[in-house]
């Protein structure tokens, strides 16, 4: 069986596979050790789970900590779904040595059948994988590994907000991140219709929430804003077309918009946001669950997202000069 349809439910629906290693970060027996320079972050710039871990990277400064792998946007064409290393010189990874992902994935677990996904923290010392867990890897950066931020780094996961950040940050996966590749690789009308529905209901519920607060929690940028950005800048140059997510784009919310320009011109943010790879993939490289002949090989030359640069001034809504100062 092919790995994109193990990830189709009989009704057409997309189920994500789940996570296979996912041995916490931290201090205690059987946890994996927080030491400076044996640890890579693999990833691709097109991959939002693996953009939030790039972000919150950048921001912590934890960047001469955590060494990054970048794999090309476009999917290698191979009988499995992969990613490829060629930006780097010889086309492999200069630290690890491999050409595709799925090498270090099998040299870590040889019957490994799943997709081999990013983000993808590697052991440099025992060259093995160990933690792929998308969901909760930002959440390790924002705490265990606080031994090694730069100074004056933000707290993006206080603890007296983390219950109500993983409140909203189940609901946002489920319907926004998540949602809109519901919408994208659903396989039957009514299934597609029930994610694209959910998606756009949960966008309107944050377009409110939004209008009256800078950030989701208030003044400052918490790990949830990290997780709604990923979804949000991918939006107008990829889901809104490529997925079918088209009532309407996110320029088209007021408060979303601001939102989005102010995440945008902030540090780890937008200078780690790269639309010429999102495009790239989105419209010209194969998906888990796409048609390989649906490619047209058209790379389309809009939208302007010049309007990021524009102010967006939200900074009246917090009467703070610093998006984070630590709560």
């Not at 930006?87 to 595709?100: F, M, S, T």
Request: aromatic share 12%; with cysteine.
């Amino acid at each position: 069986m092919s790995q994109h349809i193990q990830e189709i439910a009989a009704d057409g629906s997309f189920k994500r596979q789940t996570n296979r290693f996912t041995i916490p970060f931290g201090t205690n027996p059987g946890e994996l050790p927080i030491e400076a320079g044996r640890y890579r972050l693999l990833w691709s710039a097109v991959c939002p789970w693996a953009h939030r871990s790039v972000i919150v990277r950048r921001v912590l400064g934890l960047e001469n900590i955590i060494s990054l792998g970048t794999a090309s946007p476009m999917r290698p064409k191979l009988p499995h779904v992969d990613w490829e290393f060629s930006l780097d010189p010889d086309g492999v990874d200069p630290v690890l040595g491999i050409r595709y992902l799925s090498e270090i994935y099998k040299k870590t677990e040889a019957n490994y059948s799943g997709r081999p996904t990013v983000p993808v923290i590697v052991d440099v010392v025992e060259q093995k994988v160990v933690n792929n867990d998308y969901f909760k890897l930002t959440n390790y950066l924002e705490t265990v590994w606080s031994p090694f931020y730069k100074e004056n780094a933000p707290s993006l996961y206080p603890e007296s907000l983390r219950q109500e950040i993983d409140r909203l940050n189940d609901t946002i996966f489920h319907d926004v991140n998540n949602g809109v590749y519901k919408c994208g690789f659903a396989r039957s009308q009514e299934v597609y219709e029930l994610a694209y529905d959910k998606l756009f209901a949960r966008l309107d519920e944050l377009e409110g929430r939004l209008a009256n607060q800078r950030f989701l929690f208030g003044d400052y940028i918490t790990d949830s804003d990290v997780r709604l950005y990923a979804t949000l800048i991918r939006f107008d140059v990829a889901y809104y077309s490529a997925f079918k997510a088209n009532r309407n784009r996110i320029v088209d919310f007021p408060n979303l918009w601001g939102y989005l320009k102010d995440l945008y011109q902030t540090t780890g943010f937008g200078d780690t946001t790269d639309f010429d790879a999102i495009k790239k993939h989105y419209h010209l490289s194969h998906h888990i669950a796409a048609d390989d002949q649906k490619g047209q090989n058209i790379l389309p030359k809009g939208p302007d997202m010049s309007g990021l640069h524009s102010p967006h001034n939200r900074e009246s809504l917090s009467h703070k000069e610093e998006k984070f100062l630590i709560h």
